[in-house]
């Protein structure tokens, strides 16, 4: 079962989404109700909800403030912004800065099953993690948090979404690249590998990742790059519901 969140401080929108969601997906989800962002957080992390349909403008905590406070504890956790048309680029930015979608009020059905039919197929993917081990120590890792791998002094950093630090493991470059995924992770440069979801654009000689690093691709690996970086993405869309 589904631990399902429904945060938003007007009462009949939370009792219509609950509505909603218990006659179409009772068999599948256990539910909580929030009334603000603050109790909407501490629920989340306490109760462990692995689902969140939250209200952007609430008292006192904003639902992207609570968004912030549940991801830092539970990273896991998807969280979806319900907002109002006017606020639509507001949910929108938000949606890019972490492990979040959003609906438009008011939620139609087919809305919130697309959501649900897009939330169950990533659950029940098998989950690939990256497993490095040494002399002293071993690193369990899903491959989806790595934004890229950077050859480091006697290891590797490993960047993940949602930390300001890499990650350091005493491990080569080389065995790290070999027990990455080869259809998610690209190598970009000799010390650099990157998850093909971390680039923004593709232009010419220049490649553009999302933290704001721009790689230089040599002549003689831009067909190569450029083709596993389409084929990738292609794939993604097939993926869309």
Same mark, same amino acid.
């Given at each position: 079962?589904?631990?399902?969140?429904?945060?938003?401080?007007?009462?009949?929108?939370?009792?219509? %989404?609950? $509505?909603?969601?218990?006659? #179409?997906?009772?068999?599948? /989800?256990?539910?909580?109700?929030? =009334? +603000?962002?603050?109790?909407?957080?501490?629920?989340?992390?306490?109760?462990?909800?692995?689902?969140?349909?939250?209200?952007?403008?609430?008292?006192?905590?904003?639902?992207?403030?609570?968004?912030?406070?549940?991801?830092?504890?539970?990273?896991?956790?998807?969280?979806?912004?319900?907002?109002?048309?006017?606020?639509?680029?507001?949910?929108?930015?938000?949606?890019?800065?972490?492990?979040?979608?959003?609906?438009?009020?008011?939620?139609?059905?087919?809305?919130?099953?697309? %959501?649900? $039919?897009?939330?169950?197929? #990533?659950?029940?993917?098998? /989950?690939?993690?990256?497993?490095? =081990? +040494?002399?002293?120590?071993?690193?369990?890792?899903?491959?989806?948090?790595?934004?890229?791998?950077?050859?480091?002094?006697?290891?590797?950093?490993?960047?993940?979404?949602?930390?300001?630090?890499?990650?350091?493991?005493?491990?080569?470059?080389?065995?790290?690249?070999?027990?990455?995924?080869?259809?998610?992770?690209?190598?970009?440069?000799?010390?650099?590998?990157?998850?093909?979801?971390?680039?923004?654009?593709?232009?010419?000689?220049?490649?553009?990742?999302?933290?704001?690093?721009?790689?230089?691709?040599?002549? #003689?690996?831009?067909?190569? /790059?450029?083709?596993?970086?389409?084929?990738?993405?292609?794939?993604?869309?097939?993926?869309?519901?």
């Amino acid at each position: 079962m589904i631990r399902l969140l429904i945060a938003d401080d007007e009462r009949l929108e939370r009792e219509a %989404l609950v $509505e909603m969601v218990s006659r #179409r997906f009772e068999h599948e /989800v256990v539910l909580e109700t929030a =009334e +603000n962002g603050r109790k909407a957080a501490d629920t989340a992390i306490l109760w462990g909800a692995d689902l969140i349909l939250m209200d952007i403008e609430m008292p006192g905590m904003s639902g992207l403030d609570a968004a912030r406070a549940v991801l830092a504890q539970r990273p896991s956790c998807r969280v979806v912004f319900v907002t109002a048309y006017s606020l639509f680029q507001y949910a929108h930015e938000a949606v890019h800065l972490g492990a979040c979608d959003y609906l438009l009020k008011p939620v139609e059905a087919k809305g919130l099953r697309v %959501l649900f $039919e897009r939330y169950f197929s #990533r659950v029940r993917r098998p /989950v690939k993690m990256l497993c490095l =081990e +040494n002399a002293k120590d071993s690193l369990h890792l899903p491959m989806q948090r790595i934004n890229k791998v950077q050859s480091a002094n006697r290891g590797v950093d490993i960047y993940l979404e949602q930390e300001t630090q890499p990650l350091f493991f005493a491990a080569t470059f080389a065995s790290t690249e070999e027990k990455l995924d080869p259809w998610q992770f690209l190598r970009l440069s000799r010390g650099l590998i990157v998850n093909m979801a971390f680039i923004l654009s593709l232009d010419g000689d220049t490649c553009r990742l999302k933290d704001g690093t721009e790689v230089l691709i040599s002549r #003689r690996e831009k067909a190569e /790059v450029r083709r596993r970086y389409n084929d990738f993405m292609f794939h993604k869309l097939e993926e869309r519901p």
